[in-house]
């Protein structure tokens, strides 16, 4: 029997063919796990009207971890319209899978390595070492929207505050609204995440990344409870900086800031950013965990025009695949793959075209394999 039980989630697009580079490693690594195959994505979205299948949930109910490749993701009206015509016009409503999983497994804490692997072309500065904790379940990502804005909503927030009054020459199908939703659970949660990883591995400042000046309750009561939680950690500082000026230092002074911590809608921004300063979404991995379960996943999208040209960088699938591997604690298998990921950028011989090079996706993943 394996010891690990991982489900194995390609999705669609390019997703499965990182996926493909991630098993050539995974096999040359020998883990003993199980790969469980779990259905999600686009293609079931069309079929079901539901891309993230009850039977995928089984499936990760029963498993240690979950690895996934990436998904397509269309607006409402597009994703309707593909849909097979038997299920078109029956109420259905897409909504993302994996905002979905984070939701029902708890995934509370995103994080997203942003680190400048020496020898990479794409760097914007040598050194950058930036690990981002994203809150991952609540925050705009909630899901509590309105369109058309219903009337008795309308009263409610009227009624507790006069500025909405406003919008009263607005009819309901011209206004659309969404609430930001923040806990003092979930800012506790990601402040001290990040305070802990900052501990764990010895760095000296963590930055909360809001807009309390504008934003004053949700963006208040993050930087309030991290200011709160921070006098715990007396070796480490607690640095304040609003999202509009976070934007501005990291392309200034990228190699100033070590860990950020801030809500779900900033950091998905925030990420995105530092990833572009250290050669863009094909180095950019992410690992959503939670208490008692994790899904690793590559940051950049499903790409359909490359899906199956084996063409798009694998560096964050490997890299995501390094971040379960110290999740299982496999600290060895996962320190190794680094440095055999790292020896290929360095050497530059194999690269794929974002990194001016014309090798595939393959070809990467062989050559990591050859540094094992």
């Known amino acids: 029997m394996a010891k690990y039980k991982i489900a194995w989630m390609p999705g669609d697009g390019v997703g499965i063919d990182v996926m493909e580079a991630a098993k050539i490693v995974l096999d040359k690594i020998a883990l003993d796990a199980e790969y469980v195959h779990a259905d999600i994505g686009w293609e079931f979205w069309c079929q079901e009207a539901n891309p993230l299948p009850e039977r995928t949930i089984d499936i990760l109910n029963n498993t240690d971890c979950a690895l996934f490749g990436a998904i397509t993701s269309k607006p409402k009206e597009e994703a309707e319209a593909e849909l097979i015509p038997e299920l078109q016009g029956k109420g259905h409503i ?15 804490t995103n994080m997203r390595p942003c680190k400048a692997y020496p020898g990479n072309p794409l760097n914007y500065k040598e050194g950058i070492d930036i690990m981002v904790f994203r809150e991952n379940t609540e925050d705009l990502y909630s899901g509590v929207e309105f369109f058309p804005f219903p009337d008795e909503v309308r009263e409610m927030v009227k009624k507790h505050n006069p500025k909405m009054k406003k919008f009263d020459k607005h009819p309901a199908d011209e206004v659309a609204v969404s ?8 800012c506790r949660n990601i402040i001290t995440d990040a305070f802990e ?13 809001e807009k309390p000046n504008v934003i004053r309750e ?3 009561l993050m930087v309030r409870t991290a200011r709160e939680i921070a006098k715990n950690y ?5 640095w304040e900086t609003n999202i509009d000026a976070m934007c501005m230092w990291l392309v200034k002074n990228p190699n100033d800031y070590s860990v950020l911590a ?3 809608m900033f950091g998905d921004i925030v990420s995105d950013l530092c990833a572009q300063l250290v050669g863009g979404l094909g180095f950019a991995s992410s690992g959503n965990i939670g208490d008692k379960y994790a899904v690793f996943e590559p940051t950049h999208g499903s790409a359909p025009k490359y899906a199956g040209k084996y063409k798009v960088n694998p560096m964050a699938m490997l890299l995501t695949t390094r971040m379960m591997l110290e999740w299982l ?4 298998k996962a320190a190794a793959l680094e440095s055999a990921i790292s020896e290929v950028i360095k050497e530059g011989k194999v690269r794929t075209y974002d990194m001016g090079g ?3 996706t393959l070809d990467i993943a062989n050559a990591v394999v050859s540094k094992l």
Do not use: D, H, M
Request: aromatic share 6%; net charge positive.
């Open 197 to 209: 990883y900052a501990k764990r591995t010895g760095r000296k400042s963590v930055t909360v990344v």
């Open 329 to 332: 604690n496999e600290t060895e």
């Open 234 to 238: 007396p070796g480490i500082e607690l």
């Open 218 to 220: 949700t963006s208040g």
């Open 358 to 360: 014309t090798s595939s």
């Open 179 to 186: 609430l930001r939703i923040n806990t003092k659970t979930g």
């Open 94 to 108: 897409y909504s993302s899978p994996i905002v979905r999983l984070r939701q029902e497994f708890n995934l509370r």
């Open 262 to 264: 801030t809500s779900n």
